[in-house]
């Protein structure tokens, strides 16, 4: 075992503080990875608070990890040290179950979350909030020497986030496409959306970010605060993805698709919500939701953003600042994703 430095949460809802914690020895299928870059996911807020149920204390969290090899095991032949490299949201999976099979391995029903989880081995499992991590090698992704490692970080959560649904309900030219929400997972959407060649609309609560989501790539912009804003774009959308963490007006929502439209949600909010079968009958809509991608998905958007020079835009900040981006991010005030300086740990 090998003590580290890391950013925990001691309890539920307490500010994270500098602790140190053990990262298991390499073996022979693992990579030991320096982190430089982490990035911070509203989700780390949801689960250091305990907002979607039980959680493991105390928590390492961070899924958006950009760093170097810098030792290998002895059956690894993917990479060496030196390799630019990328975790994300799961660390491990069975290979085995129905999910695994079909190439789907964040689906399994055994997987190991990067943090928040136990592994194999029974013990907790903790996040990129530390300067180094052990990660089997077929759950490690190579990040692409063109994009530089902190724009890199978010990718492995937002970027695989927005990039999957998009991908699956085939948005691209002739496609009209609304990101709902402009915020550390929309941004990556918009982007996205329009590399893919779609109409990209951005559906967002006021028009404060509007230059920002038109110098993202977005062809139009609308606040959803704006009752016409419904009756303008009513029936005209092939796809939404929201990536709202709060209760929708799905009614309302759905009436803006035209018939056959998806309504993908890739937000997690902690609360239910309510909805009308009504709106979904009316015009063979769906109503779908999305997680992440497979680790080969990961690696494909990985690699397209590489090739359309995309990369998050970020606030990069100290370690000791991450109890007040916490705040931050829960007050909307960042554009649009916080990446922690794992230097500074």
């Given at each position: 075992m090998t003590t580290v430095a890391a950013y925990a949460a001691p309890a539920a809802k307490a500010p994270l503080e500098r602790t140190t914690i053990e990262r298991r020895p390499v073996g022979p299928n693992d990579v030991l990875i320096e982190i430089k870059y982490a990035g911070i996911c509203h989700s780390d807020i949801h689960q250091a608070n305990e907002g979607w149920g039980q959680a493991i204390f105390p928590m390492v969290p961070g899924h958006e990890i950009a760093g170097v090899i810098t030792e290998v095991g002895s059956a690894v032949t993917r990479f060496q040290v030196?390799?630019?490299?990328?975790?994300?949201?799961?660390?491990?999976?069975?290979?085995?179950?129905?999910?695994?099979?079909?190439?789907?391995?964040q689906f399994c029903a055994n997987g190991t979350p990067t943090y928040n989880s136990l592994g194999k081995d029974g013990l907790p499992t903790y996040g990129g909030y530390s300067t180094h991590i052990v990660v089997?090698?077929?759950?490690?992704?190579?990040?692409?020497?063109?994009?530089?490692?902190?724009?890199a970080a978010p990718l492995l959560c937002a970027g695989i986030t927005l990039y999957s649904p998009l991908k699956r309900w085939q948005a691209g030219p002739g496609k009209k496409v609304a990101i709902l929400g402009l915020g550390g997972l929309g941004h990556m959407g918009v982007k996205i959306a329009h590399a893919l060649g779609a109409e990209v609309t951005v559906l967002s609560q006021s028009l404060r970010k509007k230059d920002d989501g038109l110098r993202l790539g977005a062809d139009h912009y609308y606040a959803t605060s704006d009752e016409d804003t419904f009756k303008r774009l009513a029936g005209s959308l092939d796809l939404i993805v929201s990536t709202v963490s709060a209760p929708?007006?799905?009614?309302?929502?759905?009436?803006?698709?035209?018939?056959?439209?998806?309504?993908?949600?890739?937000?997690?909010?902690?609360?239910?919500n309510a909805l009308n079968m009504f709106g979904l009958i009316g015009g063979n809509k769906i109503l779908a939701g999305s997680m992440i991608?497979?680790?080969?998905?990961?690696?494909?958007?990985?690699?397209?953003?590489?090739?359309?020079?995309?990369g998050a835009e970020i606030e990069l900040i100290r370690a000791d600042q991450i109890n007040e981006a916490y705040a931050r991010v829960l007050a909307s005030d960042v554009r649009y994703r916080f990446v922690i300086d794992t230097a500074t740990i």
């Open positions: 030196g390799d630019r490299a990328g975790v994300g949201c799961f660390v491990d999976s069975c290979g085995v179950c129905e999910a695994c099979a079909s190439g789907q391995n089997d090698a077929d759950h490690t992704l190579r990040i692409p020497d063109s994009i530089p490692l902190d724009v929708l007006d799905l009614g309302a929502y759905l009436s803006l698709l035209k018939t056959g439209g998806a309504f993908v949600n890739v937000g997690a909010p902690e609360e239910p991608g497979s680790i080969a998905e990961t690696q494909e958007m990985l690699d397209f953003c590489a090739e359309h020079g995309l």
